[in-house]
């Protein structure tokens, strides 16, 4: 007599959850590095996509995933780069995004902070224009 056991493991997946979301606003210097970290918990198990204002990223050299595909790093920023990015990170059990938006300045710009959180001057040499 043949006797087949089989044993099944349901595997309990939880919605997605960040140790924290995408950092923003994001201000850079033309032709500088910018790092997007989307830093998610127990990532093993998630699918994690990158987006530029609702348009999928596509990977190059200039458009590099990394860390299991938690960071994006841009590298030598355009001012064309300006826009809205996000994170979207999915499994079987639901879906979380995080989103930041990225400026990135014309070369020629300088940024003088006032050191609070939510006031930048930004001045454009030498006509002193400001935003």
Not at 14 to 41: E, F, M, N, T, Y
Not at 49 to 54: P, Q
Request: glycine residues 6%; charged residues 15%; hydrophobic residues 40%.
């Amino acid at each position: 007599m043949c006797v087949l056991c089989v044993t099944c493991y349901a595997v309990l997946s939880a919605v997605p959850r960040l140790h924290r979301p995408l950092d923003g606003p994001v201000i850079a210097k033309s032709q500088s590095d910018v790092i997007l970290d989307c830093d998610v918990i127990d990532h093993e198990a998630s699918s994690i996509k990158w987006f530029k204002n609702g348009e999928v990223v596509v990977m190059s050299d200039y458009f590099l995933v990394e860390n299991s595909g938690q960071r994006l790093r841009i590298l030598g920023v355009l001012p064309s780069d300006s826009g809205l990015y996000q994170c979207i990170v999915s499994n079987d059990a639901g879906v979380i995004q995080s989103a930041a938006m990225l400026t990135v300045l014309p070369p020629g710009l300088i940024i003088h902070s006032r050191h609070t959180l939510h006031t930048t001057m930004v001045t454009q040499s030498p006509n002193n224009y400001q935003l």
